[in-house]
């Protein structure tokens, strides 16, 4: 792996990472197997709040690694707040992670079992922090609110962003995505695990509350198919890799608790 390279190749793939991301191997490394009996219920868990109706969605583009779809966070305009939270976090971005045809492709994984996809809505603690970049590399300076996606029914909503899929096709493309308000992309129930964990990506910085909500959302396979027509190589590149499996796999719990609001 030259440089920071990384994939989810055979060469630069998760199992590779810990070379030039040696916290790879540390103690609260995301994403784990969630095994809901095991989880401590916490009555002092409240609910999720999300504040999401004035969010200004600016852009979606293609990293070379997902899907991600920007925010204007320069006021608290749109935040997640409540549950495990002390403070407010601000909302940045979302992605997806997702498999390949049939297979499965979510990153956390509940009694071994996986999902189809992972929706991550990324925020940060910007009364504890001046910038998204020194939140993501201080403990619990992120808030991430993962949502599985299983394969059903067409997902109502989901079109707006499988759409504009063909704009963002190669590595480095970045298109218009203004007006979209992802609270559309909920399921009706935030029922949530948490856990303190990190990036499921290089980095892979320890800096994540994380908050997995327990009902999936349903989305078709033609919806979920739209997002393997993405590609991680840019346009001047001659080979056309396919985007899909961008999924780290379950990493040691290492003693941790994970609590389950009710
Ligand atoms: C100092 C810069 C850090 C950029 C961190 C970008 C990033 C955000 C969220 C996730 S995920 N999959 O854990 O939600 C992975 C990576
Ligand atoms: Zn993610």
New binding site residues.
């Given amino acids: 792996m030259t440089g920071n390279q990384w994939g989810y190749g055979k060469d630069d793939g998760p199992s590779a990472w810990n070379t030039n991301y040696p916290v790879a191997d540390g103690d609260r490394q ?2 784990i197997d969630i095994l809901p009996h095991q989880a401590r219920h916490d009555p002092n868990l409240g609910p999720i709040v999300l504040n999401y109706d004035r969010c200004t969605s600016i852009n979606i583009a293609n990293n070379g690694h ?1 899907v991600v779809v920007e925010f204007e966070d320069s006021d608290d305009r749109s935040v997640i707040q409540g549950g495990p939270l002390d403070n407010p976090y601000r909302l ?2 979302f ?1 997806f ?1 997702w498999g390949g045809k049939g297979c499965h492709g979510s ?1 956390h994984t509940v009694e071994g079992n996986s999902y189809a996809s992972e929706l ?1 809505l ?1 925020h940060w603690n910007a009364v504890k922090f001046k910038t ?3 939140a ?2 201080t403990s619990d300076g ?1 808030a ?1 609110l ?1 949502i599985f996606l299983e394969t059903g029914d067409e997902h109502r909503w989901l079109h707006m962003i499988t759409d504009a899929l063909y704009t963002v096709k190669f590595k480095g493309s970045v298109t218009d995505f203004k007006g979209f308000n992802p609270k559309c992309l909920l399921p009706s129930s935030l029922h949530y695990w948490t856990y303190l ?7 892979l ?1 320890e800096s ?1 509350i994380w908050i997995v909500v327990k009902e999936p959302m349903i989305v078709s396979e033609k919806q979920l198919g739209k997002f393997r027509t993405l590609v991680f190589t840019g346009e001047e590149e001659d080979e056309r890799t396919r985007m899909e499996n961008n999924f ?1 796999p379950p990493q040691l719990l290492k003693g941790r608790t994970v609590r389950s609001s009710n």
């Fill in positions: 995301s994403p997902s940045k971005q992605h992670h990153e991550h990324v998204f970049g020194e993501a590399s992120l991430v993962g964990g990190s990036l499921t990506t290089p980095p910085h994540v780290r």
